[in-house]
């Protein structure tokens, strides 16, 4: 079977000389394979092409895709937009009682798939002459449509569950993917918001666990990213419904508040049906207790897979091939590996690139220390390390080192100095005490990346990158596909990827990466992984960052430098060290313990009590046995 995609952002009718239809070996002999619609777009015959690839060749803005795929999809397509437009294949089966979750790249269809299951959506089976969207208003939709659907999905579990949808029979609950989007639609206070949603008397309780009261008389449109994702989620939790799905958790929150969602979505969902959409591979296998593939082309198709046990799906999914349907959706799998110890300091003083000592950095109430050596404290003159010990802090008073082909994670809590460190190692700020000076160059991605008005190839070109970033850093991060879009038009994770090329195409000795992985579905943060690690490596430079993903970081990073401290009060660098001792502070003050996939080597992430994590957490090793 083959299915021809037009992507219409990249289409520019207006530039080109209509390549499409000019090279055409049908329109050539006078079949109309290719006509044009009211904007000049070309539209495609599926049935009539025959798949030479020559409008893909012939096509200057990359727009047009022909793409063969298993002829047992025909005519089991669930929802497509428009003409040449994408298509999805198969929906996810909510299972009763359960958490179910899904997973896949970025425009695959997993939001469409969210919003069909909750009613607001008629999916149009693949009738390309439907308008763009079918949306309606909850259950409420055409009669006819619906009739189409149920006859679609007869004999299986989803014919039971639409005709309840559609009868009023099962209410749904929706946490939205996009919560920035919140306060247009909702003013006032937060505890207003809230107690309007608690249909279940449980707001105390779940404004605890997501730690939101000091927010409560806040005007929604004052509060953070991370502030209104976890406002979203309690809003859906305190639904009265019997279904609810969950848009993504994990967007703008750290790992301890990303644990924290897990917590009550477990706690106050128990025995409930539950969807949830996400990226973030730890907190998935923490919640799941089944899980959808959803694989195929962004913004051309996606392929929902069986249900799968999560254990099972994931490692199916990292290792590129999904046995029952037995297809391969990756070229090569995901690959974890323990990490070797270094070698003794002593023995690799030539790799020192850069380092920095005691510090202290003051303003706004604020306060962020490091006292790696004991000599800078609270107050900028005097410091105790306690019982930390050596753990890979150097404690001959120079303070923390940084050395060629390494690359050091940084984690802790969100506002107690993480971006403000990198900022201090930049040279853009100066600290109120101690001397970070850097001698090596700095290249430094920011947290927040600003938009602006510049076509992506222009910037490209002003980068002035060499053979090596071109191969080893735009082609891999696929940032050459946005050579025609504006900069102020990318979405967050086409942002993100630019700014991070960027980044890396600047001559330096040490990279400082904040935040890399925000907005980056799996597969990106994949060849993101592999970029970096490659690029450190051949480069022979040094990388700093700062990630919520803990997966990310336990595959990148040699070592670790830990942050402690009182959000938005008082930060502290406990210091610089090896991957099993920082982990190891770092998960305890979690309160969770990792554990090695016998398959796959991937991190893991206990369940919470179960004998592994209580047998861990008695022997104090948090960071795998």
């Known amino acids: 079977m083959r299915i021809a995609i037009v992507e219409r952002v990249r289409c520019q009718p207006k530039k080109c000389q209509q390549e499409c239809f000019k090279y055409c070996p049908l329109v050539r002999t006078g079949v109309e394979a290719i006509v044009f619609d009211d904007d000049g777009k070309p539209i495609i015959s599926e049935e009539l092409c025959e798949g030479c690839g020559i409008c893909v060749k012939r096509c200057p803005f990359h727009a047009i895709s022909i793409i063969g795929l298993p002829e047992e999809l025909k005519g ?50 693949g009738d390309s002459d439907a308008p763009d969207t079918v949306e309606c208003e909850g259950a409420q939709g055409s009669a006819d449509k619906w009739r189409e659907v149920l006859k679609r999905f007869a004999g299986t579990e989803l014919q039971g569950y639409f005709e309840r949808l559609i009868s009023h029979r099962v209410k749904a609950a929706l946490k939205p993917q996009h919560i920035d989007a919140i306060p247009e639609f909702y003013e006032g206070e937060v505890k207003v918001l809230l107690e309007h949603f608690d ?36 809003a859906c939790i305190m639904r009265d419904s019997d279904i609810y799905f969950i848009d993504e958790i994990t967007p703008y929150l750290d790992i301890y508040q990303r644990m924290r969602a897990a917590k009550a979505i477990r706690e106050f969902l128990a025995h409930k049906t539950v969807v949830v959409v996400e990226h973030d591979l730890a907190i998935l296998d ?25 254990n099972r799906g994931i490692n199916e999914y990292l290792q590129g091939y999904l046995r029952a349907e037995n297809v391969r959706i990756r070229e090569k799998p995901i690959e974890f590996v323990a990490h070797p110890p270094r070698k003794a300091e002593s023995e690799e003083e030539d790799d020192v690139i850069a380092e920095f000592g005691d510090f202290c950095k003051k303003w706004d109430g604020f306060c962020l220390v490091a006292h790696l050596s004991g000599t800078v404290g609270d107050s900028g003159v005097g410091g105790d390390r306690g019982d930390r010990g050596d753990r890979g802090i150097r404690g001959d008073g120079r303070g923390c080192v940084i050395r060629r082909n390494e690359i050091v994670g940084i984690v802790g809590r969100n506002a107690t100095g993480k971006s403000t460190f990198l900022r201090i190692i930049a040279g853009e700020i100066k600290p109120t005490v101690g001397d970070v000076s850097m001698k090596a160059k700095i290249s430094f991605k920011p947290q927040y990346i600003k938009r602006f008005d510049m076509r992506v190839g222009d910037l490209l070109r002003s980068l002035d990158a060499g053979d090596f970033e071109r191969v080893e850093v735009l082609e891999p ?12 038009e990318l979405s967050g994770g086409e942002l993100q990827m630019l700014a ?58 040699d070592r670790l430098i830990v942050f402690g401290g009182v959000p938005s009060v008082r930060g502290e660098i406990l210091g610089m060290f090896y991957m099993r001792d920082g982990m190891n502070l770092f998960l305890k003050e979690l309160g969770i313990t990792f554990r090695r996939d016998e398959k796959t080597m991937r991190p893991r992430v206990n369940k919470i009590g179960s004998s592994k994590d209580r047998e861990q957490k008695e022997r104090g090793e948090y960071y795998y046995l």
């Open 477 to 488: 991060l696929e940032v050459k596909n946005l050579e025609d879009k504006n900069v102020k």
């Open 199 to 234: 249909e279940r008397g449980i707001m105390e309780n779940i404004v605890k666990t997501l730690e939101i009261g000091e927010m409560l008389h806040k005007p929604i449109s004052e509060l953070s990213g991370g502030e209104l994702q976890r406002i979203a989620i309690a």
């Open 500 to 557: 991070i090329a960027a980044c890396l195409c600047q001559s330096a000795d040490i990279y400082a990466l904040d935040e890399p992985s925000a907005h980056l579905d799996i597969e990106q943060k994949v060849r993101l992984v592999k970029v970096m690690r490659r690029f450190a490596e051949k480069k022979g430079v040094s990388m700093l960052i700062v990630d919520h993903d803990i997966y990310l970081i336990d595959i990148l990073s």
């Open 76 to 125: 089991h397509e669930t929802h497509r937009f428009g003409p040449n437009g994408f298509v999805l294949y198969g929906l996810p089966i909510p299972a009763h009682g359960k958490i179910t979750g899904i997973i896949g790249a970025n425009g695959t269809g997993k939001s469409t798939a969210v919003k069909i299951l909750a009613g607001m959506l008629i999916p149009n089976l």
């Open 286 to 310: 923490m919640l799941a207790d089944f899980v959808h593939i959803i694989y195929g082309e962004p913004a051309r198709y996606g392929i929902v897979s069986l249900r799968k046990a999560t």
